[in-house]
Nanobody, 122 residues
Framework: QLVESGGGSVQAGGSLRLSCGASGSIYGDACVGWLRQAPGKEREGVAAIDSDGIASYADSVKGRFTISKDNANNTMYLEMNSLQLEDTYMYYC???????????????????WGQGTQVTVS
């Protein structure tokens, strides 16, 4: 089970850090990622990090967002800087044992999901 926290409202140019806690020790083995979704739109990948700690990002967030994980504490993070109006979404963390751990993998390949946390940039 995954549980996100850290969402909220922020002004453009500001920063937020999202956290995703897991009930078990999956971060050491699984591909874990952050995805986001707007109402009526397809869920899109933002960032992913594999079991070796290699990160991948969507072009739209490269240089602004950083994904990281703390295997010992079963927690994953998404540091979001220079937030823009276009970053307003519901953000989800997800995990799965994927052959290819990249930000652009289909969201259907992830098998565990958090409940989502809203990020609003104004």
């Amino acid at each position: 089970q995954l549980v996100e926290s850290g969402g909220g409202s922020v002004q453009a140019g500001g920063s937020l850090r999202l956290s995703c806690g897991a009930s078990g020790s999956i971060y050491g083995d699984a591909c874990v990622g952050w995805l986001r979704q707007a109402p009526g739109k397809e869920r899109e990948g933002v960032a992913a990090i594999d079991s070796d700690g290699i990160a991948s990002y969507a072009d739209s967030v490269k240089g602004r967002f950083t994904i990281s994980k703390d295997n010992a504490n079963n927690t994953m993070y998404l540091e979001m800087n220079s937030l823009q109006l276009e970053d307003t979404y519901m953000y989800y963390c997800a995990a799965g044992f994927l052959m290819r751990c990249r930000a652009d993998v289909p969201h259907s390949l992830y098998t565990s999901w958090g409940q989502g946390t809203q990020v609003t940039v104004s």
